[in-house]
Each structure stands twice: as structure tokens, then as C-alpha cells.
């Protein structure tokens, strides 16, 4: 716990200072008792019962007053909030790859079959767009709350040559920045529309951000193998930061790599997981590895809970200023009705 005012819990060494007082005042009550002709006849009307209840509403005050000046710190701590994503990018590797069978039943299909669970789990508010990249990325369903649409877009890919990891990322970011003016021709090989006659196109200015601040959308990037064309991963990951969009990478298969076969050609694929840390690094995001089908469910579950609630440091003086209040509400409760009085 931390607090933005410190110096204000200097004001706690008040409390024992009340404590002494307030004892002071028993020691005098005490001396002045003893003036009684009997003081057994006072023991008799006080009680041992009201003992306690004499003391009661004193020490809740004094604990009010305690934990009133600790919130006068401005504590803060770090707690779970409910996160503010509206929107999901899913970019994933449709390249031939992703037939291998090293991830049962293959590449493709489990990536397919988790992401369709981790799209079942967000929260309906949350808007999901699907990036597919090969040899180029395409949009294959646009951000929205429709689940079954998201679902066919998925069951839908075709695998197709070719690695363009960049391309996955750019188009990502054009997605959840439609009016950015990014350049998209040399990653889809379609060239952006004109502007109508008579109208002039301006791109918008752009300025940098902080990388990680921008907590409405977020990407995640799933891969199998290394780029092989596109611009560089790298380069693309320094879009996103400049964006603050993070880009969570989830690396599927075998990091020594497998020889796979597609269309008459066969090479051999290796996971590049330097690039995908440092693409989650770059973006203050992570990298998770996912050798099997079962770890892929669990990656898609680790994120579902990451983008539905996320971990903030958060003033809560609000908290102990409430529980001092009814620390204080319930003291002078208890003596206005034990003794008819605040004592």
C-alpha cells in the first residue's frame, strides 16, 4: 500500500494522545468517586455489566478517529477493476503452416476451436474484429458484438503462402483506427480509396503516445512460424506503441521447428519466439507459448480474464473515510442509547 499525501499520517500520533487523555479523565472520575461515604454503594449502582459499556462507545470513537486520519494519507492500492476494452483484435496465422499436426488435431483447427471459446467468454459488450494474415492479412469480419458472426469468420479461413506478421499488426491497428489514415497498399496490395473530386484528403496528424495506454482495444497476435514476407514485425510493433495499443503474441507449435509439406513445396518452420517477446515487450503487453491444444485453451483463458478485469493501483480513501464514518455513526449510536448521551 502507498499513499500521495504521507506526510498526513503524522497526524495518527494524535491517537495515543487522545488514549492518555481519555484515561486521564477515568483516573479523575476515579478520584472523585472515592469522595462518596460508600464507595461499595457506587461499585452497586455502576454494575459490572456497564463497565464495558461505559468504555464501548469511547474506543469505537478513538478507532474512527484513528482510521479518519490513516485515509487523510490518501492511501492507494492495487486492486481489480473492471477493465475498459470495447474492442479485440484477433490476428491470426492462416499461413500453410498451420496444417502441421504437431498441435493435435492440427495447428489451424486448435486455434480455430480456442479462439471461437475465447470468443464465448468476453463480455457482450465487447466488440471483436478478426485479421487473417498469410502472404498478406485481409479483414475476414469487422468489430462487432455479433458472436456468431465472429464464430463464421473464424471457421472460415483458407491457409495461403507466406508469413506476414506485420501485415497482421497493421492492419490490426487500421482496424481499430479506421479514421488514423493508415497506409494499407503495400501490406494488402489494394490501394486506399481517393478522396472525391473536389475534396482534399487529408491524413490526420499523429501523435505519439505512451506505450500500453490506450485501454479501450487491444490486439492478440497468434503465430506458428517466422515472417517470410511483409513488412518487419518489429516495425509494426512500434506502430502500436506509438498508439499505446498493446499486442498480447501467443506463439502455437514447436520451437525447434517441423518439416511440413503444402501445395508441392515443403520447408521447415520454427517458431520465432525472440520477435513475439519483443513485440509484447514493445507494446508493454506479453507473450504466451501454447505447445498443445490444452495450452492454447489456457492462454485464450489467462487473456479473457486479463482484458475482462485488470489490475490498477487505485486511491481508496473513500473506503477508510467510510469506515471511520461508521465507526463514528455507531459510537454515538450506542451511547445516546445506553446512557442518553453522547459521552
Not at 505512451?210 to 506458428?224: Q, V
Amino acid at each position: 500500500m502507498n499513499f500521495l499525501w504521507p506526510t498526513a499520517l503524522w497526524l495518527m500520533l494524535l491517537v495515543p494522545v487522545l488514549v492518555l487523555a481519555y484515561l486521564w479523565l477515568l483516573r479523575r472520575r476515579k478520584k472523585n468517586a472515592l469522595s462518596y461515604a460508600s464507595l461499595a454503594l457506587v461499585k452497586q449502582a455502576v454494575g459490572q455489566t456497564s463497565r464495558w459499556k461505559r468504555h464501548l462507545p469511547p474506543a469505537l470513537m478513538l478507532m474512527a478517529i484513528g482510521v479518519l486520519l490513516f485515509a487523510a494519507g490518501r492511501p492507494t492500492a492495487v486492486i481489480k477493476l473492471p477493465s475498459a476494452q470495447e474492442t479485440i483484435i484477433l490476428a491470426m496465422d492462416v499461413s500453410g503452416s498451420m496444417r502441421a499436426a504437431d498441435v493435435q488435431p492440427s495447428r489451424l483447427v486448435a486455434s480455430q476451436e480456442a479462439a471461437k471459446a475465447f470468443v464465448a467468454e468476453l463480455p457482450r459488450h465487447v466488440r471483436i474484429g478478426v485479421v487473417s494474415f498469410a502472404g498478406t492479412a485481409a479483414v475476414v469480419q469487422a468489430p462487432t458484438q455479433s458472436r456468431e458472426d465472429v464464430v463464421a469468420a473464424i471457421d472460415r479461413f483458407q491457409l495461403q503462402r507466406g508469413t506476414a506478421i506485420g501485415s497482421g499488426i497493421v492492419l490490426s491497428l487500421a482496424t481499430l483506427f479506421p479514421d488514423a489514415g493508415i497506409d494499407l497498399s503495400q501490406i494488402t496490395g489494394q490501394r486506399l480509396m481517393p478522396a472525391p473530386l473536389g475534396e482534399k484528403q487529408d491524413a490526420p496528424k499523429f501523435k505519439p503516445v505512451e506505450p500500453g495506454s490506450y485501454n479501450t482495444g487491444a490486439i492478440i497476435l497468434l503465430t506458428d512460424g517466422q515472417r517470410t514476407t511483409g513488412p518487419d514485425p518489429l516495425d509494426a510493433a512500434k506502430m502500436a506503441a506509438e498508439r499505446g495499443v498493446r499486442v498480447y503474441t501467443v506463439g502455437i507449435g514447436t520451437t525447434q521447428g517441423e518439416i511440413i509439406g503444402f501445395e508441392g513445396w515443403s520447408m521447415r518452420v520454427r517458431l520465432d519466439e525472440e520477435t513475439l517477446k519483443n513485440i509484447a515487450l514493445l507494446t508493454r503487453a506479453e507473450y504466451f507459448f501454447a505447445g498443445t491444444a490444452a495450452d492454447l485453451r489456457k492462454v485464450y483463458e489467462g487473456l479473457s480474464s486479463k482484458l475482462v478485469v485488470e489490475k490498477k493501483e487505485t486511491e481508496i480513501t473513500a473506503l477508510f473515510a467510510a469506515i471511520g464514518a461508521l465507526l463514528a455513526v455507531i459510537a454515538a449510536s450506542l451511547s445516546v442509547w445506553w446512557f442518553g448521551r453522547v459521552v
